[in-house]
């Protein structure tokens, strides 16, 4: 006998019998709401034996469940249906739960059409098996390793912002809090434990931050057993974490316990770390064999604990219900559950890979219309900067321009990341805007990208359209599973429903002379470029940055989309072009209403040997080849694709038609870079003499050989001459 159904027969025969584990009777519990509770509590557990039963007939696509973890009903109970709640894998009872506060939800038919992967699922479509409601308040979640925290704090953080700022899409009202859940081996993740120490190091600061913390510790994470005590151990005394304890296990004392950690949260809007004692029956998953690593002593005792249990014998104790009647509502819960399965197989599946794709790009919103900034708020903000706006700036500048002026027009961008405030940037690119805009929307956050990334997707699931900033493109490594994982995902995951825009800005790329070798000059931009859906910028000139920036945050504020804007380091100062004090890279600022278009690439010159088809510093290295190449005779063009995700495949074929031949020049490494898809673009279009110039697959050096695995002008023309040659 599988232990699954071990369980189910033990609490039919124990319940029958009245033979329940001990301990004391429930106290400042109504018998309706106990009873309330229960029936949760029963309903996730009929759900768990049903997703086995379809599992096992072909029809089902997930096991892992949610008993022994059905405490989580008083957790909810506890809660307001306004305060997000980012659930653990193991919640179903919470869902419910909160389902039963709410009205006109059919939370088993919804749950079971998760299950079933069926394309009428009301949170994914069909796309997987998450818990999570729009009308619920509970955004999905596929994480197991607790990558959720660092966004909850994010959402946590938004709720006093929001009352302040109001931005136009605002979903949590001011006296709300965020509530996340997680397992207690996830709790021992670089990801969680980020995430509690940024939240301990912002309460610390007496910065509101009314987030609630749910540890449901079963003691082992799949097979690891998590060692006793570990938990209380290492969350009891965390500053600037108020600690709470109770068994999980008794849905009485949950609820008690529960109502006072969320009255603390609530009340002080500090966080706290709610920690359940709860038990995990019949292993991991449905294919999980816990017998193979785990002493049938200790499975049976957790059996013998089963929450159920507990839950009849409080129901007694308060005179709410018999054991009988228990056992009655337990028992037509599952008939309700088999009979809506039957019904739920029924309903189609997504088929196609259109079908699958439909939620990847999230739907677009109405956005309130905002007023040009009047010429007496752009004198305020940019004093003496507007008369240098006549004259020719470099990068930097230009970039720093637009977003002032984005931030005076909406008021609902957020500025965040390390040292974007006081110190202006590691490059000065955000110069000022402390000063202009104030703490509340020039956030300098703790060194932790992670936690830069979880904020800006917790402000954009409350109205805001958060801009942070990672200082360097590897540094992004250090946390691109927020991006990959978790920001990327949501509109897909949720059938739309969620989303979280944002313009994450990177300083990125190479060509720094002589400064900080690999970790400050990375060309590597693979990790983003296969990500779906995502938007990648990557401007090489100041003017054109400027519009850029604009495109991508309309982008983000109106079609919801997420969007990682590249800037080259090398470009923010660079001045000159052709020799020195020629000027003739810098540009003067552009109209506040201009923009560049996703998907609009740059044309220079009108050449037609040979195309350069390229982007950020490859840009001005192609202008130096192509003054190069006329003197031999060659006439170039430069292309610019400015967009590297999507590709804008049409636009560069259109761009290169009457050219010869085309040379793509990148300074992303051969491997994994965008030259590998425009080769493949130019030989699908069938278009003969393509090649490319790029760099190594090497790390950069510091010191003068900074450039060496990077294209140069040199190498640049001597390819374009070698392919030219080949027409002769």
């Known amino acids: ?27 400042g519990v109504s018998a309706e709401t106990l009873l309330a509770m229960f029936r949760a509590q029963c309903l ?26 059905e405490g989580m009903a008083a957790v909810a109970k506890a809660l307001q249906v306004t305060d997000m709640a980012f659930l653990h894998y193991r919640d179903a009872a919470f869902q419910i739960m909160r389902a039963m506060q709410v009205p006109n939800q059919t939370p088993a038919k919804d749950i ?59 979903r949590l009202p001011s006296d709300a809090i965020a509530v996340c859940t997680f397992g207690d081996a ?21 910065v509101p931050l009314p987030l609630l913390f749910v540890c449901e510790d079963n003691g082992i994470g799949i097979s690891v057993p998590t060692p006793k005590g570990w938990i209380s151990a290492s969350f009891s005394q965390r500053p600037g974490l108020e600690y709470f304890a109770c068994n999980g296990l008794d849905m009485a004392e949950t609820l008690r316990v529960a109502e006072q950690a969320a009255h603390y949260v609530r009340t002080t809007r500090k966080p706290a770390f709610l920690h359940l004692r709860v038990v995990r029956l019949y292993g991991h998953a449905g294919s999980d064999v816990e017998t193979a690593y785990r ?26 219900c018999s054991p009988h009647d228990a056992l009655e509502i337990y028992t037509e819960t599952g008939a309700d559950c088999a009979r809506l399965a039957a019904e739920v197989v029924t309903r189609p599946r997504l088929k196609s890979a259109s079908d699958v794709a439909a939620s990847l790009i999230p739907p677009r919103r109405v956005c309130a219309s905002q007023a040009v900034p009047s010429a007496r708020a752009r004198h305020a903000a940019f004093g003496n900067d507007l008369r240098a ?99 990327a995902t949501l509109s897909f995951f949720s059938n739309g429903q969620y989303t979280n825009p944002m313009v994450i800005r990177i300083a990125g790329l190479g060509y720094q002379k002589g400064f900080g070798g690999h ?40 079609e919801q989309r997420v969007v990682v804007f590249i800037e080259p380091i090398a470009l923010y100062p660079m001045r000159d072009l052709h020799a020195e004090g020629d000027g003739a890279w810098m540009s003067r600022y552009p109209d506040p209403d201009r923009c560049i278009r996703l998907g ?62 085309v040379l793509i020049v990148d300074e992303c490494r051969r491997t994994g870079s965008q030259s590998e898809a425009l080769i493949t673009l130019f030989h699908e279009a069938e278009r003969v003499g393509a090649a490319r110039v790029a760099a190594e697959d090497c790390f950069i050096a510091t010191g003068p050989a900074y450039a060496a695995t990077l294209p140069s002008v040199a190498g640049i023309v001597a390819a374009a001459r070698t392919l030219c040659a080949a027409d002769t």
């Open 1 to 27: 006998m599988d232990r699954a159904t071990f369980v189910h027969e033990n609490f039919i025969r124990r319940t029958s019998a009245g033979d329940f584990p001990d301990g004391a009777p429930p106290a």
């Open 44 to 69: 996730s557990r009929q759900l768990d034996l049903t997703s086995r039963r379809l599992q096992k007939a072909g029809q089902g696509y997930y096991t892992i469940g949610s008993s022994g973890h």
């Open 112 to 170: 079971l059409l998760s299950f079933a992967a069926a394309a009428d699922d009301p949170i994914s479509g069909g796309r997987h098996k998450v818990l999570g409601s729009a009308s619920l308040n509970i955004p999905p979640q596929t994480s197991t390793i607790a990558s959720h925290l660092p966004k909850a704090v994010g959402a946590a953080y938004s709720i006093g912002l929001a009352a302040r700022l109001e931005p136009d899409h605002m």
């Open 186 to 206: 996830s709790a021992n993740h670089s990801t969680a434990q980020g995430a509690f120490n940024t939240a301990a190091w912002t309460s610390y600061q007496s």
């Open 295 to 320: 002493d049938k002593a200790a499975i049976e005792a957790d059996e013998a604990n089963d929450p159920l249990l507990v839950s009849v014998r409080l129901l007694q104790q308060a005179g709410a």
């Open 389 to 487: 706006m006549s004259d020719p700036q470099p990068m930097a500048r230009l970039i720093n321009w637009a977003l002032t002026d984005l931030m005076l027009t909406y008021g609902e961008i957020v500025v965040a990341g390390e040292d974007v405030g006081r110190k202006g940037g590691v490059y000065g690119v955000t110069q000022k805007l402390l000063a202009r805009f104030g703490r509340n929307r020039v956030v300098d956050t703790l060194l932790d990208e992670q936690s830069i990334f979880g904020l800006a997707i917790g402000l954009a699931h409350n109205g805001f359209v958060p801009m942070p900033e990672i200082q360097f493109l590897a540094y992004l490594h250090n946390a691109e599973d927020q991006v990959r994982g978790e920001a």
């Open 519 to 558: 970790f400050h000059n990375d060309n590597s931009l693979a990790v983003l470029r296969d990500i779906p859906g995502l938007v990648i910028a990557c401007p090489s000139r100041g003017d054109e940055a400027a519009m850029m920036l604009r495109e991508a945050v309309r982008l983000a504020r109106e």
């Open 600 to 661: 609009e690439i740059g044309v220079h010159g009108d050449g037609r040997d040979v195309a350069l088809v390229t982007y950020g510093n490859g840009r001005f290295l192609s202008e130096q080849a192509r003054q190069a190449l006329l003197e031999v005779g060659i006439r170039a063009r430069v292309i610019d694709l400015r967009w590297l995700a999507p590709l804008p495949g049409d636009a560069v074929l259109a761009a290169t038609k009457d050219c010869a031949r």
